[in-house]
């Protein structure tokens, strides 16, 4: 089976996986999120359309605010 590495878990790849896809299944719901696949930056509106390939590396960053 293919997978791919998500904050250094490994999870199965699915066939047209895209960032919704992984965000969805790692149950991530924080709104304000950093996406890397592979070192490059995903935008938000790039979420859809990105598709990961199998044994690719994400890493998925929580941004935090304060003041």
């Known amino acids: 089976m293919k997978t791919i590495t998500v904050n250094d878990i490994i ?37 859809e359309s990105t598709i990961v390939s199998p044994g690719a590396d994400v890493k998925v960053i929580h941004l935090m605010s304060g003041g």
């Open 11 to 47: 999870i199965d790849w699915e066939e047209n996986m895209n960032i919704n896809v992984i965000l969805q299944r790692m149950n991530y719901t924080f709104r304000m999120l950093i996406i890397k696949v592979d070192g490059k930056l995903v935008k938000k509106n790039e979420y």
